[in-house]
């Protein structure tokens, strides 16, 4: 099994411009996590899916933040414009059940200057 | 507030010491994870124990839970140089729905 997969692993971008982060989840998991992680804040939680639909957005920054999963195999998170304290990693994990192991992709180091 | 909060934040120890991480929580939970981040990396999930579990193993891993005190504790036994990572508690809250909560992390560095 390859795990999960995020697309790209590095970006960096231009304030004010559009940036979409891509997640291939394992193969048969129900749930799919979009975290982000910074020194300051740590780990964060900012959306979730439940068989492709989005049970949970309350951790989206705002409304400049955007995510979607058209189908079981894959999901994007999006910002729409993009701002210098968008920079940090952005994690993908699924999960077979929601309260069991999380498998977590390798992250997206997005760097807004 | 954080869920879950480790102590200490970093602790550093020589190759074939033990490491011991604590964590606290706030609610009641359904069950408690550890997992491990190595630099640059995502989080690898390490044992899960469940409320009406005291204690698990898992190698040289050995997680306590004591929901009177809300708290946990990861022992690392014999430590080698590649247990160097930051590690993390994550509690399912009975609260929470179906979403995990991540500790603040400690970060472990073994000497070699």
């Known amino acids: 099994d390859a795990g999960v997969i995020q697309s790209p692993r590095h970006e960096v971008t231009e304030m004010g411009q559009e940036v979409t982060l891509r997640c291939k989840p394992i193969?048969?998991?129900?749930?799919l996590f979009w975290y982000r992680q910074t020194m300051m804040r740590g780990l964060e939680l900012l959306i979730y899916?439940?068989?492709?639909?989005?049970?949970?957005d309350s951790g989206m920054p705002e409304d400049r933040f955007s995510a979607k999963m058209p189908n079981a195999s894959f999901s994007t998170l999006k910002i729409q414009p993009s701002e210098p304290r968008d920079s940090a990693v952005y994690f993908c994990?699924?999960?077979?059940?929601?309260?069991?192991?999380?498998?977590f992709g390798p992250g997206t180091r997005l760097l807004v200057l | 507030s954080q869920q879950g909060e480790e102590d200490p934040q970093a602790l550093s120890i020589q190759e074939g010491e033990n490491a011991t991480m604590n964590c606290s929580y706030k609610?009641?939970?359904?069950?408690l994870q550890w997992y491990r981040q190595n630099s640059g990396r995502g989080l690898v999930h390490l044992i899960l124990?469940?409320?009406?579990?005291r204690e698990k193993h898992s190698g040289r891993l050995r997680v306590t839970l004591d929901t009177s005190k809300k708290s946990s504790s990861l022992l690392i036994t014999a430590s080698r140089a590649a247990d160097t990572a930051s590690y993390f508690c994550?509690?399912?809250?009975?609260?929470?729905?179906?979403?995990?909560?991540f500790g603040t992390g400690t970060r472990l560095a073994v000497r070699p």
């Open positions: 193969s048969g998991h129900d749930y």
């Open positions: 994550a509690t399912d809250a009975k609260s929470s729905g179906d979403k995990l909560t």
């Open positions: 994990a699924s999960s077979g059940t929601s309260r069991e192991t999380q498998y």
């Open positions: 609610t009641s939970i359904n069950n």
């Open positions: 899916f439940n068989n492709n639909v989005p049970i949970d």
């Open positions: 124990i469940r409320s009406n579990e």
